[in-house]
């Protein structure tokens, strides 16, 4: 928010689930209290994946009416999903690699894979914040899909990456920030590159991404559209946040002075 107001006339803050959203003959609008939140020009979302379907709802509500998103619909829908990173995403076309995944909706489907696994195995709900769980057998992992298809949802099984490093890697605008163990990783050029044209093909401009280092490889596991920006903030500098906020602005300007020379074509 202090960042925010360095760059911006007028900054609000809203709790996603105190947002709602009214449809009437004259259109739809998202509203606090009796506030119109289209009155805002630039709306940055930070959508956990617990509120996927309202973030993807108010963002396109947003973007319809011609606001700016530095995390656009798209993004919401995409960075609340793990199992959609690797399938559309083109990481492969991006130098960047990722674990071998399974997805399906029912026991039936996911064991049929079961003999192909190479154990350990991370077993998770997709579309859920926690619960995941690393299976060392084929057992063990039908034990917990069991559980698991009580819950109606689907199941996502993904191979594990052996004596890998786990990396948290934020991207702020133009910016990368990596951190292994709490403390800053300095990623190559490439996968410097590779994280930002990953972002931009999401469409978000701020996203954390995270992903294990494996023999001079990267392989990404998921990606987040509401970021700890503090964690990397406490590590790299006061800039991380302002910088971003700083970009975010200059970009607003430009999309607003691309849409009134539109207007006038």
Do not use: W
């Amino acid at each position: 928010m202090h960042c925010a107001k360095n760059h911006f006339d007028k900054v609000l803050y809203v709790p996603i689930n105190r947002i709602g959203i009214e449809s009437n003959e004259n259109g739809v609008v998202p509203f606090l209290k009796n506030k119109n939140l289209l009155s805002f020009d630039v709306v940055l979302s930070r959508t956990e994946k617990e509120y996927r379907d309202m973030g993807y709802v108010l963002a396109k509500i947003f973007e319809d009416n011609g606001k700016y998103m530095p995390v656009n619909y798209k993004a919401i829908l995409l960075g609340t999903s793990e199992f959609l990173v690797p399938v559309y995403f083109g990481l492969k076309n991006n130098g960047v690699k990722s674990p071998r995944t399974y997805f399906a909706s029912s026991k039936q489907a996911i064991i049929q894979n079961f003999d192909n696994f190479k154990y350990p195995v991370t077993v998770k709900l997709p579309y859920q914040k926690d619960g995941a769980m690393i299976m060392d057998s084929k057992e063990s992992a039908i034990g917990v899909i069991d559980t698991m298809e009580k819950l109606d949802q689907p199941i996502l099984v993904q191979e594990a990456v052996k004596t890998s490093e786990k990396l948290r890697i934020l991207v702020a605008g133009k910016s990368v920030y990596a951190l292994k163990n709490e403390q800053a990783f300095a990623l190559s050029k490439e996968y410097r590159k590779a994280m930002l044209d990953t972002a931009k093909t999401i469409g978000a401009q701020i996203c954390q991404i995270n992903a294990v280092a494996h023999a001079d490889k990267l392989f990404v596991l998921g990606i987040s559209v509401a970021p700890r920006m503090m964690i990397f903030e406490k590590v790299f500098g006061e800039g991380v946040i302002n910088n971003a906020m700083k970009e975010i602005r200059a970009d607003a300007q430009e999309f607003f002075n691309d849409s009134e020379k539109s207007a006038v074509h």
